[in-house]
Nanobody, 124 residues
Framework: QVQLVESGGGLVQAGGSLRLSCAAS????????MGWFRQAPGKDREFVGS????????YYADSVNGRFTCSRDNAKNMLYLQMNALKPEDTAVYYC?????????????????WGQGTQVTVSS
């Protein structure tokens, strides 16, 4: 079993930056493919980005590509999402997720482990 705990959310003005963190425990972190997802009020959960177990591969949703960056520190069992040039439409609860396969993936259905989420609010 894997436990995931997100942190770093908050209120930021449009154009600003935030870095989300996700602390993992319970399994060899480097073997987990990791992803970030978000859910805005009244909308379905959507894919944000994914990173492979060794950090060598990443993949992003078109809506955040070039603004958001996934990274990880396997020695510290930590996952990060650096968010730059934030827009009001980025407002959502952000979740980190893990799966017991080291490759990247965009579908929430393949992720077995989820954090509780952290709120990101971007004001205009």
């Amino acid at each position: 079993q894997v436990q995931l705990v997100e942190s770093g959310g908050g209120l930021v003005q449009a154009g600003g930056s935030l870095r989300l963190s996700c602390a993992a425990s319970g399994r060899t972190f480097s073997r987990l493919g990791m992803g970030w997802f978000r859910q805005a009020p009244g909308k379905d959960r959507e894919f944000v980005g994914s990173i492979s177990g060794n950090g060598g591969s990443t993949y992003y949703a078109d809506s955040v590509n070039g603004r958001f960056t996934c990274s990880r520190d396997n020695a510290k069992n930590m996952l990060y999402l650096q968010m730059n040039a934030l827009k009001p439409e980025d407002t959502a609860v952000y979740y980190c997720a893990g799966r017991p396969v080291s490759g990247i993936h965009y579908s929430s259905a393949v992720y077995d482990y989820w954090g509780q989420g952290t709120q990101v609010t971007v004001s205009s």
